[in-house]
């Protein structure tokens, strides 16, 4: 069954420091992985879109990697701000795209 | 943001009501997207137009009706709604492809929908 699970679900870190957020998945065929920040009442954002054969990828303070052998990615938050509290959305592309439930991120001062 | 609007961006109607949702891409692209997303699960998709055709509808219940009048506008009515169809529903658009394809999905704000 194809599926994208996150972790953690929820986050909670100081302004200023970094975190990790995790994304594990059982999709096949696999096209691409995205990364999508949702900001509470918004739509969602895309940050990163990772193909095959890309192991890093950045966007200013947000870096994503990919391991396609072992079918993980991770999304690398630096140096955090308090902007950065939001729900951040892992999606597999295959013949369909598969969503996370997401992690929901709190950034406090 | 602006690339995709969404109109209203809050509804609370009742079970007997006919509404609808409107969306508008200003991107000039010829997909567009209809999304359900309810507290704690994945965003799920309801339908997909390309160039102003349905080309996909995963099983929603008739009670939701989508129009797509041209590739800019995407409508999605409403009528004789469930208290569980309550959700943020998302509209996104993107260059015309299947749901999987590469091209980037551009996200409206979406309608925070509650059914009394």
């Known amino acids: 069954k194809n599926q994208v699970e996150q972790s953690p679900q929820s986050l909670i870190i100081l302004e200023g420091k970094n975190c990790t957020l995790q994304c594990n998945y059982t999709v096949s065929p696999f096209s691409n992985l995205r990364w999508y920040k949702q900001d509470t009442g918004r739509g969602p954002v895309s940050l990163t879109i990772m193909t095959f054969s890309e192991n890093t990828k950045s966007n200013g303070r947000y870096t994503a990697t990919l391991d396609a052998d072992t079918k993980q990615s991770s999304l690398h938050i630096t140096a955090s701000q308090l902007s950065d509290s939001a729900s951040y959305i892992c999606v597999v592309s295959s013949d369909k795209l598969i969503f996370g439930t997401g992690t929901r991120l709190q950034v406090f001062p | ?116």
């Open chain 2, 1 to 116: 943001e602006t690339g995709v609007t969404q109109t209203p961006r809050h509804l609370v109607m009742g079970m007997t009501n006919k509404k609808s949702l409107k969306c508008e891409q200003h991107l000039g692209h010829n997909a567009m997207y209809w999304y359900k997303q309810s507290a704690k699960k994945p965003l799920e998709l309801m339908f997909v137009y390309n160039f102003k055709e349905q080309t996909e509808n995963n099983s929603v219940p008739s009670r939701f009706s989508p129009e797509c009048p041209n590739s800019s506008h995407l409508f999605l009515h409403l009528h004789t709604l469930q208290p569980e169809d309550s959700a943020l529903y998302l509209c996104a658009s993107s260059q015309a492809g299947t749901e999987g394809s590469p091209y980037e999905q551009y996200f409206g704000p979406g309608t925070r929908l509650t059914v009394t």
